[in-house]
């Protein structure tokens, strides 16, 4: 009676899904061998075959079987250990001010945890069975799902969050060249259109700062991906009508100077 073949199919179904995941999961920042991480037709194939060989006996083919199934779910994992290498270096490349090291290090953290987490699956694996090589592929899966994805998410995020500082630091400049210009000009001939654009940039660029303080916020407390994404663009979005504004205060100065 081969009833542990209700298993062997439980598992079957649970590395073709964890295949598609590792493929699908992360989409702003490339990760590094992700198409070699899923299970292919061809890895199912072995399977197949061994099941349809009439020459094994039953327990020959649990044993060559369990084999395949062990190797493709180390092959999985082990991908996946150098998709959180790739999000490590990542993460370390990217410059932030010391008063973000904190958050940058906390994720760093995070990653050594998930990358200890697939370093423990793999080798519980070694000494599995049937019912234990589903088990790991089955929590390998969900953790990934609920827990690695988020981070990975977040992690891009930050990149792409520190990665903006420089904008608004020349922001900064800018906006500070723009008050000294028009508060001179004001100073000499009042002109309410000219106050008016410069009242509008300051206005921009006080809710793109803000914006990007609640991004920041919103990354150290571990909000949705989802949401700090949408912060984040929501302060570019702040600081692209700023500089619109720049734009207009330039053309308006141009018809106030002589010519």
Excluded at 33 to 51: K, R
Excluded at 88 to 98: E, I, K, N, P, R
Excluded at 101 to 126: H, K
Excluded at 153 to 162: D, H, K, R, V
Aim: hydrophobic share 40%; net charge negative.
């Amino acid at each position: 009676m081969k009833y542990p073949k209700i298993a062997i199919v439980g598992l079957s179904f649970a590395l073709c899904v964890a295949g598609a995941v590792f493929v699908s999961g992360i989409f702003r920042v490339p990760v590094a061998h992700a198409a070699d991480c899923g299970i292919t037709a061809a890895d199912i194939s072995q399977i197949t075959a061994i099941q349809n060989d009439p020459s094994l006996s039953y327990s020959d083919e649990i044993k060559q079987e369990l084999a395949v199934r062990k190797n493709l779910i180390g092959k999985t994992i082990v991908c996946a250990q150098q998709e959180v290498q790739t999000f490590q270096t990542s993460l370390a490349s990217s410059s932030v001010d010391s008063a973000d090291q904190d958050l940058q290090s906390q994720l760093a953290g995070r990653l050594n945890d998930a990358s200890n987490f697939y370093t423990i699956e793999l080798a519980n694996l070694n000494g599995a069975g049937i019912v234990g090589s589903e088990e790991i592929a089955q929590q390998v899966l969900a953790w990934r799902q609920g827990t690695f994805i988020p981070l990975s998410e977040g992690i891009n995020n930050f990149i792409l969050w520190s990665g903006n500082q420089d904008l608004f630091d020349t922001a900064q400049t800018r906006m500070s060249q723009t008050q000294n210009a028009v508060s001179f000009l004001e100073s000499t001939s009042p002109n309410p259109e000219l106050q008016s654009a410069f009242d509008a940039a300051s206005v921009s660029f006080s809710n793109a700062q803000n914006e990007n303080a609640e991004a920041k916020a919103a990354l150290a407390q571990g909000l949705s991906p989802d949401q700090t994404l949408a912060l984040i663009k929501q302060s570019l979005d702040s600081l692209s009508t700023t500089y619109q504004n720049f734009f207009t205060i330039s053309t308006l100065i141009k018809t106030i100077l002589p010519q």
